[in-house]
């Protein structure tokens, strides 16, 4: 892990601001890049109006189904991916799995307010997926969700 991570991750968290807060949901950004270190989309939650879209959903929506480049491609996401969702068919841990990245980058981990036990990290890695956290972003990936401090 190094600059190119930091870069990527820094991006997902400026998206993460974009977000319009939520009661019920966290604040997320998200951005895919291809094995080169080309950015292939990026995505927020409840991006576009949508109270219901997350990040790596939105991000990975941009993308045609099958898009070749997503096979060595790095999913950067400011939380980890939901592995239970009551508001979509598939969670983005699913949406992550099918889309087929090499590797998955996290900034912190999806504390148990809205999920008592998020297995996303633990879903990703039984997939082959290569997961990595940037515990030096947990901060201020966290900072736009603050209106959820209970």
């Known amino acids: 892990m190094g600059e190119e991570d ?8 400026s998206l993460a601001r974009r977000c319009p807060p939520s009661a019920t949901a966290f604040s997320v950004g998200a951005v895919v890049v291809d094995a ?8 927020y939650s409840r991006e576009g109006g949508d109270p219901a ?3 790596e959903e939105a991000a ?19 939380l980890e991916p939901c592995s239970q969702r009551r508001s979509r068919p598939r969670t983005c841990t ?3 799995i099918a889309a087929g990245p090499a590797r998955v980058v996290i900034a912190w981990r999806e504390p148990a ?16 997926i290569t997961v ?3 515990p ?3 901060a201020a990936a966290a900072a736009p969700n603050r209106h959820l401090a209970r």
């Open 6 to 13: 930091d870069r990527w991750m820094g991006l997902a968290v």
């Open 36 to 43: 080169t270190g080309a950015e292939l989309s990026r995505g």
């Open 53 to 55: 879209a997350h990040a």
């Open 60 to 78: 990975l929506g941009k993308l045609a189904p099958g898009e070749p480049r997503l096979a060595g491609a790095t999913v950067y996401s400011t």
């Open 94 to 96: 699913e949406l992550i």
């Open 113 to 128: 307010l809205f999920v008592a036990d998020c297995q996303g990290c633990e879903l990703l890695s039984q997939a082959g």
């Open 132 to 134: 990595d956290e940037l």
């Open 136 to 138: 030096g972003f947990a």
